[in-house]
């Protein structure tokens, strides 16, 4: 059992600074800049013994004309606030209150939430006039803190506890910390060295063994260019208006993660903001939002690449592609806005035949044709995914590798370098997600790259492993089981 808390209040004040200090980790952009959130967005927020759900809304301003992007993210603000338990209601006690403070106060207290007044920004002993200012909202007595010094949270965490779930014998219901809904995660290149060095079960990115991770939920990031339709799919999918979608390019600017489940199938389905050209990046709050994105494709299981039909596979969407490959992601194209297209065969060859030609270096990437505002074509998107991460985990025997690796190195021998032929003696996967292999090799420096690229289309070609990044670990001398098996 855990209860919702909502963080409300206009823009600026503080609420997403708040809201990464309970959570323990930055999962929310913070900007001076004035409205950096504009989705709303969660995370397993932890306050001493208390846990429970925190919600991050975007700052309420008191002129909204109807059909605004202001409007438009007041109405995605409400929702949470409907959601929610309790309503942090945050003021600045620097700048003391304004008009806007008092219009959101009357707003907050229509939900008929209880209500605990933060008063932030107030370090040190001497308390800002602010402070005093607060109390002619209206409510109970204002706490004051300070969410970046994490001043002031014994206070609030007083005034929480009542709204706590508690037990038949009122004792409070404390449930296990969380490590939030995106933990951090290390390069593949440092995976790959511990996988490869360790005799243990494989490991997955996130630390567990395969036989775990296949309980784990898919994580899966919807990714592309600005305006390519990455919040409307996200919204078609679960079937709710959850992201704030519009005509204006670059509306999302977090990485937004949503607890999802399709067939039964927990999935984390994270929103992430367009990537442009990074020459074009040249504003702060876009360089942050970039890295946002780049981070959720690193942690994510299956990346889904959205292309507008009316402009597909530009340069950039073939750099984002590019970089799911080198991260050693899933990914599936989606086509979006299929609907509008007339000539539909000559423009799917011609998409095909990019992509066969841009990554060429994992054959059979999965090409779906959706039109997310429609909702055409997410079961069919949704088949690939699932598929696409089933061969992502997938594992092979080492005597089935053996097996097949003899009999490629009798029909196609390596190359004889210096007089003497390189051969490979051994090869075991050594962790799946993605499939990596380590093979033993007499001069592994002499074999060429021609020869491994041969290996991986043979691999791809008999065990069914089309679509997903490979990875070849090379090391010299003999097979390494070898004295094992004498004995």
């Given amino acids: ?9 206009r823009p600026n004040v503080g609420k997403s600074t ?45 002129l909204r004309p109807k059909g605004s992007l202001a409007a438009r993210t007041a109405d995605r603000t409400k929702s949470a606030l409907e959601q929610a338990n309790v309503i942090l209601m945050m003021v600045d ?13 009357r707003e907050i207290r229509k939900t008929g939430k209880p209500i605990i007044l933060l008063v932030n920004k107030c370090e040190g002993s001497k308390l800002p006039p602010g402070f005093n200012e607060a109390a002619a909202l209206g409510f109970d007595e204002p706490l004051a803190i300070s969410a970046t010094h994490g001043e002031g949270f014994s206070e609030m965490h007083e005034a929480l506890l009542p709204y706590a779930p508690k037990d038949a014998n009122g004792k409070l219901i404390v449930g296990p ?58 919204n078609s999918l679960i079937g709710e208006e959850r992201m704030l ?20 199938k927990p999935i984390r389905l994270v929103d992430t903001a367009g990537l442009r050209r990074r020459a074009r990046i040249e504003e ?66 011609m998409i095909q035949a990019k992509i066969e030609v841009s990554l060429a270096q994992v054959t059979g990437v999965p090409l779906v044709t959706i039109s997310a505002l429609n909702g055409e074509g997410l079961d069919k998107l949704m088949k690939e995914v699932t598929r696409i991460y089933e061969v992502w985990n997938k594992r092979i025997t080492t005597g089935q590798l ?54 991986t289309n043979g691999l791809r070609k008999t065990f069914k492993l089309e679509g997903v990044p490979l990875r070849w670990l090379l090391r010299k001398g003999e097979n390494p089981y070898e004295d094992e098996k004498k004995r």
């Fill in 402 to 455: 053996n097996r097949w690796l003899a009999g490629m190195q009798a029909d196609h021998p390596p190359p004889i370098v210096a007089g003497r032929r390189v051969k490979l003696r051994y090869m075991t996967q050594v962790k799946a997600r993605p499939p990596t292999f380590a093979a033993w090799v007499n001069k592994p420096v002499d074999l060429p790259e021609s020869y491994t690229r041969f290996l």
């Fill in 93 to 105: 006690g620097r700048n003391g209150l304004t008009n806007d403070d008092k219009i959101i106060a």
């Fill in 245 to 264: 979608t519009g005509p204006e390019p670059g509306l999302t600017r977090d990485a937004i993660p949503i607890g999802w489940s399709y067939h039964d």
């Fill in 177 to 234: 910390s969380s490590q939030g809904m995106l933990g951090g995660g290390r390069s593949w290149r440092e995976r790959d060295r511990k996988a490869a060095a360790s005799k243990t079960k494989p490991t997955t990115e996130e630390g567990e063994s395969a036989d775990d991770a296949e309980e784990m939920s898919l994580h899966l990031a919807i990714a592309g260019r600005p305006n390519a339709g990455k919040s409307t799919l996200v």
């Fill in 18 to 62: 708040l809201f990464n200090r309970l959570l323990g980790k930055a999962m929310a952009i913070v900007d001076d800049t004035s409205g950096v959130t504009r989705d709303w967005r969660e995370g397993e927020a932890k306050l001493f013994d208390l846990r429970f759900r925190l919600l991050d809304t975007a700052g309420l301003e008191d």
């Fill in 284 to 349: 702060k709050l876009e360089k942050l939002s970039a890295q946002e994105t780049l981070r959720a494709i690193r942690l994510a299981h299956v990346v889904v690449l959205v292309i507008d039909a009316a402009q597909p596979f530009d340069k950039q969407d073939y750099t984002i592609a590019q970089h799911v490959v080198e991260e050693g992601r899933c990914l599936v194209v989606a086509i979006n806005k299929w609907d509008t297209v007339k000539e539909k065969v000559a423009t799917l060859r």
């Fill in 1 to 9: 059992m855990t209860f919702t808390v909502a963080i409300a209040g």
